[in-house]
Structures are given as structure tokens and as C-alpha cells.
């Protein structure tokens, strides 16, 4: 919105300017403002440090107070948010956000991993990815909505991000804390009946002894970090680190941040390029939905490969449209042109939303043993706040420099992650989480570095699904 870039980002205001004005400037770069880039990154800079913080908070007081102090983070954030006078306290504002962020992607997919029936728990994790596209889908409908009320259109649209915040905190407030959570605290009893009660029966009696394993195990590992970097973990550890790397090098977040930013620097009016965000926030909700029902049918795998295919296409398409449709003299594109990279973008996004989104944070989350879960799950995301931050700090720059060539950047990426995906990555489908150990035993690399005897849960009994 030009009201709130004009009072925090002046700067950009005057690219913009020069280059609407067919003055020098280059289409690419009017966007490229380190205070914008520390505003849009800082959220994640925050976050990456709050994991470290969360992760034992979660293993002591357990998931459902983990989401309510990320509740009352971003109830703090959008406050300052909303009444900010200056980038210092909008700034702020953001750290505390991205205090929220960091506190609950510790704790939502551990919750929905250890609540969910094996057979259901693609489908019940990946809802959190499917929520989560929805409030950028509301976001970007927010700020269409808000764009024409001047001056004051921004501080609604930060506001209005107190609903969902104070949604978290009464939430978390009525939760049922996870029987692996209870269990790894002592309260055996209370975990049993919180078992029986999501499950809607009585008959937990075999799960329930499985959790009980699974917690002992647990409770013999004092430092979990460490543990985390031994041999028999070590496969978890490389795939839920390479998957957040590889998350951020699709290039989704930097063209979500940024979406609006980008439109405009390809030619859209700012109504337009508020209107093209929401039509890709759509399309990331529907095609997150295809993952959520096929995820537990098709298995992790097909949609990741899947998945990066389809990016790496529409990627290159992008590319070659922008290297022959817009030089820096001219930021117009053709109207055929536009209507084309718009569904390319749109072409990239709905196979992110299917695959490499929600299962980036779907694997990790059922991967790890109980002994290292929390901290796994603290590493993954670390490792993912980081590398956001990294894109979010430095893509207006990277744009500026590569111009066209950033989607061919990204797409070299993709490429890698395909193969990395076909060589590295074993199905989970419809592996019960306390038995993952034998999908390490049986796969042709990491099995050199599992032997059967570091499966602390026992082999698969008969009835177990066969990889």
C-alpha cells in the first residue's frame, strides 16, 4: 500500500516513482529496500531463535502450552503492528510474530501427529498447511479490501491479524493435551483416558502399551539434542534438514511475501497486483486440499516427485516469458504475457501447496522416535525459520541482480530436490509412527547406517503394513 510505504519505506516510494515516470531506474530493483527486506525478515529471524526456547518448553509443559504462549505472542505483535508510529516499533511488532511463529510450528505438528489415528495422520498434519494457506488467502482478501482506505487502510489490515491470534490463545486454552506428551511427563493415567477419549473407544489397550515403550525409551534420554546427532538418528535428522532447505529453495516464500511486489515489478497497477495475490492465495488453498486427500492414498513420495516436476516447468516457463517480455527500460508487460505468467505462478503454486509444503513439515513430524521428537522437531524448524529468513532478507536484492534468471535459480533447485526426493526420501504411508525404525532398516542407503538393533520398538508385527 503506497500510504504505508511512504510512512516506513520512503525510499521505495521514489523508485517507484522514477521508474513510472520512464526515468532512470530499472523495473527490477524499485522494489529493493534493506529496511523492507529486515521488515519482511525479521519475523523469521525471530523465529528461528524462539525454537530454541520452545522446543523445551514443549518437552516440560507439553504441546497445549506451547500454543498458548505462541497465542499470546501474536496477540502482543499485532498490537504493536497495528499502532506503529515508526519502523522501530513496527519492527518489534514483527519480532514478537515471529516470537508466535516460532512457538507454534514447534508445538502444532507434534499435536496433530501424536492426536491423529496412523491412518489419518497425513491427512489430520497436513490441515495445518491447509490453514495456514488459507490465512494468506484472508490476508491477501484483507489487504484488496483495505487498499482504498487512505490513510489508515494498513493499520486495519495489520489489526485484523487479532482475530486468528486471539483465536490461538482461547484455543489452546480448551485443547486436550497429547497422551505422548502426558506420558512423557508421568501422568499415565490421565494419558489413557485422553487416548480413549480421541479415540471414541475403550479398546486403546494395544496403542496405549506401544506409548507406554515409547515413553520409557524417552524418558532414558537426558540430553535429547545430543542424542539427536547419533548414528541411528542420523537419517531423520539429514531428510527433515534437507527438506526445509529445500522448502525455501522452491523460491514460495519469496514469491508469497512478495507477490503484490512482484506483479507491480512485472506491470500490474497495484490493484491488479493485489488481485493476482489473492487469485494465487486461491489456488494454494484448492490444490492444498488435493493433499490432504491424496497424501494417504498416493503416498509422501509420488507427490514429491510429482511436485517437483511441475515446479520446475512452470519456473523455466516464468523465466522465459519475463527474458523476452520485459527489459529494464520497459515495465509493461503484454497482456497476453501477464495472463500466461499469472497461471505459470499459479501452475508453481498449486504444486508447492500439494507437496513440498505441507509435507515439509508432515515427514519430519513423523520421523523422529519419541526420544528426539521435540528436538527434532526444534531443528526442523530452525533450520526452516533460517533459510526463510535468508530468502526473505535477500530476495528484492536477488531480483534486482538476477532479474529473470531468479526463477531459473530456483528451478536449478527444484531439480536437485527431484533427485535428492528419488534417492533419499522412503515412504511413510501408513507406517505406524512408534515402528518408523524399519522403513530406515529396509531402505538401500540409510540401512548402512541403521542396524536392526537400533529399532528400540521391536520389529513390525504381522499385521503391520509391508514397505
Known amino acids: 500500500m503506497d500510504s504505508f510505504l511512504a510512512k516506513f519505506f520512503p525510499k521505495v516510494v521514489e523508485n517507484k516513482q522514477r521508474v513510472q515516470a520512464n526515468a532512470m531506474g530499472d523495473a527490477y530493483c524499485q522494489y529493493n529496500d534493506e529496511s523492507l527486506q529486515l521488515f519482511t525478515s525479521s519475523l523469521y529471524l ?77 491427512a489430520l498434519n497436513i490441515l495445518f498447511q491447509l490453514n495456514v494457506t488459507i490465512g494468506i488467502l484472508f490476508a491477501n482478501l484483507v489487504n484488496y479490501g483495505t487498499l482504498r ?79 539427536l546427532m547419533q548414528r541411528q538418528n542420523r537419517p531423520q535428522l539429514v531428510i527433515a534438514s534437507a527438506l526445509q532447505i529445500f522448502q525455501q529453495f522452491t523460491g514460495i516464500n519469496a514469491i508469497m511475501f512478495y ?11 497495484n490493484d491488479a497486483s493485489l488481485y493476482s495475490a489473492v487469485i494465487t492465495g ?51 508487460l503484454s497482456h497476453g504475457a501477464a495472463i500466461v505468467i499469472v497461471l505459470m505462478v499459479c501452475v508453481f503454486v498449486s504444486a508447492f501447496a500439494w507437496s513440498w509444503g505441507p509435507l515439509g513439515w508432515l515427514i519430519p513430524s513423523e520421523i523422529f522416535p519419541l526420544e528426539t521428537r521435540s528436538s527434532g522437531q526444534s531443528v526442523t524448524v530452525s533450520i526452516n525459520m533460517l533459510f ?39 515412504e511413510t504411508k501408513n ?18 547406517l541403521v542396524s536392526s538393533t537400533d529399532d528400540k520398538f521391536g520389529q513390525l508385527d504381522s499385521k503391520s503394513p509391508e514397505i
Request: hydrophobic share 50%; charged share 15%; glycine share 8%.
Open 46 to 122: 525471530a523465529a528461528l531463535i524462539s525454537t530454541f526456547f520452545a522446543s523445551p518448553v514443549t518437552r516440560k509443559y507439553g504441546r497445549k502450552t506451547t500454543l498458548l504462549i505462541a497465542g499470546m505472542f501474536f496477540d502482543i505483535g499485532v498490537v504493536l503492528n497495528a499502532a506503529a508510529g515508526n519502523l522501530n516499533t513496527l519492527i518489534f511488532g514483527r519480532i514478537f510474530l515471529g516470537f508466535g511463529v516460532g512457538f507454534a510450528n514447534q508445538g502444532v505438528p507434534l499435536f496433530l501427529s501424536e492426536v491423529a489415528p496412523t491412518h489419518l495422520r497425513g
Open 282 to 332: 486461491a489456488v494454494n488453498v484448492l490444490s492444498t486440499l488435493v493433499s490432504v486427500y491424496s497424501v494417504d492414498k498416493l503416498g509422501r513420495r509420488f507427490l514429491l516427485l510429482e511436485g517437483s516436476a511441475q515446479m520446475f516447468v512452470s519456473q523455466v516457463a516464468v523465466a522465459v516469458l519475463l527474458g523476452f517480455g520485459i527489459k529494464n527500460e520497459k515495465t509493461e
Open 431 to 448: 507406517i505406524p509412527i512408534e515402528e518408523m525404525g524399519v522403513v530406515w532398516r529396509e531402505h538401500w542407503f540409510w540401512k548402512r
Open 149 to 227: 482506505i487512505e490513510p489508515w487502510g494498513w493499520r486495519l489490515s495489520l489489526g485484523i491479524a487479532g482475530i486468528p491470534a486471539v483465536a490461538l490463545t482461547i484455543g489452546s486454552l480448551v485443547l486436550v493435551e497429547t497422551p505422548n506428551s502426558l506420558m512423557e511427563r508421568g501422568q499415565f493415567q490421565r494419558a489413557k483416558h485422553v487416548l480413549q477419549k480421541i479415540r471414541g473407544t475403550d479398546n486403546v489397550q494395544a496403542e496405549f502399551e506401544d506409548l507406554v515403550e515409547a515413553s520409557r525409551v524417552a524418558q532414558e534420554v537426558k540430553h535429547p539434542f545430543k542424542n
Open 388 to 426: 526463510t529468513f535468508v530468502i526473505a532478507q535477500a530476495f528484492l536484492s536477488m531480483l534486482c541482480t538476477f532479474k529473470f534468471g531468479i526463477f531459473l535459480f530456483f528451478a536449478a533447485w527444484v531439480s536437485v530436490m527431484g533427485v535428492f526426493t528419488f534417492l533419499f526420501i522412503p
Open 259 to 269: 507477490s503484490p511486489v512482484l506483479f507491480q515489478t512485472l506491470g500490474f497497477k
